[in-house]
Each structure stands twice: as C-alpha cells, then as structure tokens.
T-cell receptor
Framework: QKEVEQDPGPLSVPEGAIVSLNCTYSNSAFQYFMWYRQYSRKGPELLMYTYSSGNKEDGRFTAQVDKSSKYISLFIRDSQPSDSATYLCAMSGRTSGTYKYIFGTGTRLKVLA | NAGVTQTPKFQVLKTGQSMTLQCAQDMNHNSMYWYRQDPGMGLRLIYYSASEGTTDKGEVPNGYNVSRLNKREFSLRLESAAPSQTSVYFC??????????????FGSGTQLSVL
C-alpha cells in the first residue's frame, strides 16, 4: 500500500464548476499538508499548505485536512481554463527519526471553456 | 526573478555514458533537493542537502551521486546511465530544513532519455 493515494484522473469539468481533489494517506506522523500545481512541461509550484488539521482559504482555493480520517482535499471554486494542470498533494513530517516529504502521483484536471 | 535554474532542459544519453545535471538557486535557501518524476510513481526524492557541505540519501539514490558545491549550487551525477534512469529530473530548494519544511521551490526540470 502506498503511503499517499491520489486518483490520477483525468478530471474534466466545465468552466465555473466547483472542483474537488482528494488524497488519502496512511502515516499519522505527517504534520504539513501541501498542494502543488504543475503545468505541462513545468516544475511543480506550491499552491496551498496547511499545518495539522483544519481549513485554509486563499482566493478561489480552499485546502482541508482531516487528520482523524487521514484525508486531505483541495477545492477550486469558479474554475477557469487556466486551472487546467496536474495537482499534486504532498505531506511532510518526521517519522521514526527520519525526515519524509512525499508526494501523491497527481490528478490531471481539465477545465473546459 | 530566476528562482531555481536547471541545466540542461533536455538530454539524450546512451547506456553507460555519464553526465551531470546542474542546479542553482538565487533565494539564499539552505536546503536543496533532487527528485525524479515518472508516470504513475509521482515525485521521488533521490538526494537532498540540508545545508552547505552535507548531503543525504533519499528514497531512490542508487546510480546517482551529488555535490553541494556551495550554498547556491547542487549537482546530480549519473556515472553510468541506464535505461531505468530515463525520467524527468527536478531540482528544488527550501528555506527551512527538511524536517520542518512545508515549502519547496522547483526548477523547470530536465527531461533525460537513456537509450
């Protein structure tokens, strides 16, 4: 079983839709939870990060972390064609004395004009 | 506004050839990382350097060596390339140490093919 599971998609939605992207994880030692956006042939760029459980909002983006369920989500409101990209979840923490910063495999999102 | 710069952007090697991927950051970050990205596998850490003069193995270090030349530069060397090393390689940096870090800044990647 992978430490982080993420549906690869692709996920196609019409412009203006609300998008929900999710990841599940198995290691309870993770403390930081991140979402990266990666455009085709580019490096990932940090979009959102959350420490421990709770919600964080930034413009059209909301990140949610539920540590009790080991489940994280990214919501995109009023989605735009420019949001079309691959979204990677990531999480970090120290487990068994070892640093870990691991990524999901990414979900491809297409927002149709 | 360079951030993290990687060279080259593309490279084709024959099995057994060697090469070095270069990375430089201009954000005065302490930590630097090398990742590889393969379809269905996500980003996997090869090596990292928490500070100038130190390097540590990540998840998939076999077949690679690294050098933290100074605070700005972190290079990745393939001594004898194999087809299994065909991948997209990303360099990243962070201000904080790996153990307490939440923000990585990535370069634009090197697409490497080993024939």
């Amino acid at each position: 079983q992978k430490e982080v599971e993420q549906d690869p998609g692709p996920l196609s939605v019409p412009e203006g839709a609300i998008v929900s992207l999710n990841c599940t994880y198995s290691n309870s030692a993770f403390q930081y939870f991140m979402w990266y956006r990666q455009y085709s042939r580019k490096g990932p760029e940090l979009l959102m990060y959350t420490y421990s459980s709770g919600n964080k909002e930034d413009g059209r983006f909301t990140a949610q972390v539920d540590k009790s369920s080991k489940y994280i989500s990214l919501f995109i409101r009023d989605s735009q064609p420019s949001d079309s990209a691959t979204y990677l979840c990531a999480m970090s923490g120290r487990t068994s004395g070892t640093y870990k910063y691991i990524f999901g495999t990414g979900t491809r999102l297409k927002v149709l004009a | 506004n360079a951030g993290v710069t990687q060279t080259p952007k593309f490279q084709v090697l024959k099995t057994g050839q060697s090469m070095t991927l270069q990375c430089a950051q201009d954000m005065n970050h302490n930590s630097m990382y090398w990742y590889r990205q393969d379809p269905g596998m996500g980003l996997r850490l090869i090596y990292y350097s928490a500070s100038e003069g130190t390097t540590d193995k990540g998840e998939v270090p076999n077949g690679y060596n690294v050098s933290r030349l100074n605070k700005r530069e972190f290079s990745l060397r393939l001594e004898s390339a194999a087809p299994s090393q065909t991948s997209v390689y990303f360099c990243a940096s962070s201000e904080r140490t790996p153990a307490t870090n939440e923000k990585l800044f990535f370069g634009s990647g090197t697409q490497l093919s080993v024939l």
